[in-house]
């Protein structure tokens, strides 16, 4: 419900404060003071239309801000409008959109005024109110309806995808099973690429030591005279005939001939570790050539190994799932077919509560008329089945209607179609008297909705209006002494000059106040002795 209203610079208020509580709140003031500006103000702040004649004169910006109370927490909407008719809506001092505003507000509070279609005049709230009425059987009836609808939906959905351009489809199931042909067949094994590396590695090293022993090899003892050994063994040959003519040249000799021995026997290490090299060529072909189709796969399907195969998982899966296309097809056209029964099924349970809970309200919001003058006026709740085929399943299956024939002998016409205000507002009351228990909006504004009725009737309007604030807060906008006296709050609208400039004011009034207030709704005359006593009276009596 609302607890507090801040009004600046809107039309002709500058400064209002507002503070609201439970049950019936009235608005009244004389002809002109400007109590209709509240309600636009209310429904300014929560995502009504805005236009610069909203902004007081010579103000830069009109703001109105709501305090709700809702469900044990508070909530503020504030909105604005600046001279440059641009507005602003903030929930809790976030900026939002006006759809978020009106999406939240919605739930919170409705505004009734004669010069508006009432929400609860259009079709399109009817069945959610009829359902609310109806209670558990319509929402259990409703609540099955609602599943087999979304599966129908989903099946549906799904047939299209498999019907959908077929050449397509198998396009893209040849190009899936030449990867996953490609994938498995390469029988990947996780981290393959990093020991292949290591392997590949090792191999080349053991192939460059070979290489170079082999050439040292060569080149130390081949066949060839050019050989170290053979080109050394004639130097010591030299050497060995030149010292048997000098003492000096045996010493020579003494150490050429050991550097000959010392060759002698790395050629010989070095045959031995070479026959002992594991040298295998095929083997680093085949690792060279396994990596490469490796770093290919990767190329095509992922980063790392890993990727690849996932990738190759995915596409086994959806290769598998267009493989089974046609058993698909047939099992989803067998349920689509059992689910077509089970809606209609559903569709007729749902009517039987629907029109029980339909003649229910018809003839509770029919007493509420009688009270309200309307004896001959004749309420009706229609429930309209629609078609359920292969071609259209209706997201609800009934078309519900609120329909009213004023007069007896005229046909029922839509509530839209009434043109009298007072027979609106009774309308209206009637409707909201019986559905205010099940209607989630928690603040209820009705703008002069005595307008054009008097005597007995407005009595009886004072008293649905005290009903209805019983289950949610109402604030009434009125000119008439029983509504103003059964009230719980009383805010008077008046309208003062000040500084040569016209505004207007807003006050809580209670006591001989209010005593005043109620004698002036009586007779034009608040200070008039015999209205007073009676306005006291009727305070007292609650209205009556």
Request: glycine share 6%.
């Amino acid at each position: 419900m609302i607890h507090h209203v801040e009004i600046s610079n809107f039309a002709l208020v500058e400064h209002a404060g507002l503070s609201f509580g439970a049950g019936l709140t009235v608005l009244s003031g004389e002809t002109g003071a400007g109590k209709s500006i509240v309600v636009d103000a209310l429904d300014f702040a929560i995502g009504g239309r805005s236009d610069r004649s909203m902004l007081r004169s010579g103000a830069e910006e009109a703001v109105v801000s709501i305090l709700f109370e809702h469900q044990g927490d508070e909530l503020a909407v504030t909105r604005g409008l600046r001279d440059s008719n641009r507005s602003y809506a903030k929930i809790d001092g976030r900026l939002v959109t006006a759809t978020e505003l009106r999406a939240t507000t919605d739930r919170l509070i409705a505004i009734h005024s004669q010069s508006d279609q009432q929400s609860i005049f259009r079709e399109s709230v009817h069945q959610a109110l009829l359902d609310a009425f109806g209670g558990e059987p319509v929402e259990l009836a409703r609540s099955a309806y609602s599943s087999y609808y979304s599966e129908f939906k989903k099946i549906e959905k799904r047939l299209a995808e498999l019907f959908t351009d077929p050449e397509t489809r198998e396009r893209r199931r040849n190009i899936l099973r030449y990867q996953v042909d490609e994938i498995e067949g390469a029988e990947i094994v996780p981290g393959e690429d990093r020991q292949l590396l290591k392997k590949i590695r090792t191999m080349t090293a053991v192939v460059e030591i070979a290489t170079n022993i082999g050439q040292a090899m060569i080149e130390l003892s081949g066949d060839d005279e050019r050989s170290i050994q053979a080109g050394l063994s004639q130097v010591v040959a030299r050497i060995n005939a030149a010292s048997k003519n000098s003492a000096y040249m045996q010493d020579i000799y003494d150490r050429a001939e050991s550097l000959r021995q010392d060759l002698a026997e790395i050629a010989i290490d070095l045959e031995r570790i070479y026959e002992k090299l594991d040298v295998r060529p095929e083997e680093m072909e085949r690792a060279n050539a396994r990596l490469s189709l490796l770093r290919r796969l990767q190329d095509k399907y992922g980063d790392d190994l890993d990727a690849v195969i996932a990738y190759g998982k995915r596409a086994r899966q959806e290769l598998d799932r267009l493989d089974r296309t046609e058993e698909e097809l047939v099992r989803l056209l067998d349920r689509k077919d059992d689910l077509l029964v089970a809606l209609r099924q559903s569709a007729d349970k749902l009517l039987g509560v629907r029109q029980a809970a339909a003649a229910e309200l018809s003839e509770s919001i029919n007493g509420e008329l009688q009270d309200l003058n309307m004896k001959n006026a004749s309420f009706v709740v229609s429930v309209e089945e629609m078609s359920i085929d292969d071609d259209y399943v209706p997201t609800d299956p009934h078309a519900v209607r609120f329909k009213i024939a004023p007069n007896p002998g005229e046909p029922s016409m839509p509530l839209i179609s009434i043109v009298s205000g007072g027979e609106a507002s009774r309308v209206l009351l009637a409707i909201k008297t019986i559905l205010a228990s099940v209607d989630n909006v928690s603040t209820l504004i009705f703008d002069e909705i005595d307008t054009g009725i008097s005597g007995k009737t407005t009595t009886m309007i004072a008293r649905k209006l005290k009903s209805i604030a019983e289950h949610c807060q109402v604030i009434c906008v009125t000119h008439s002494v029983q509504i103003a006296a059964i009230a719980e709050r009383h805010l008077l609208i008046g309208k003062v000059v000040e500084g040569g400039r016209t505004k207007t004011t807003v006050q809580n009034v209670d006591g001989k106040d209010r005593v005043r207030e109620v004698a002036r709704l009586l007779s034009g005359r608040p200070d008039d002795h015999a209205s007073r006593v009676l306005a006291e009276q009727l305070i007292a009596g609650d209205g009556s």
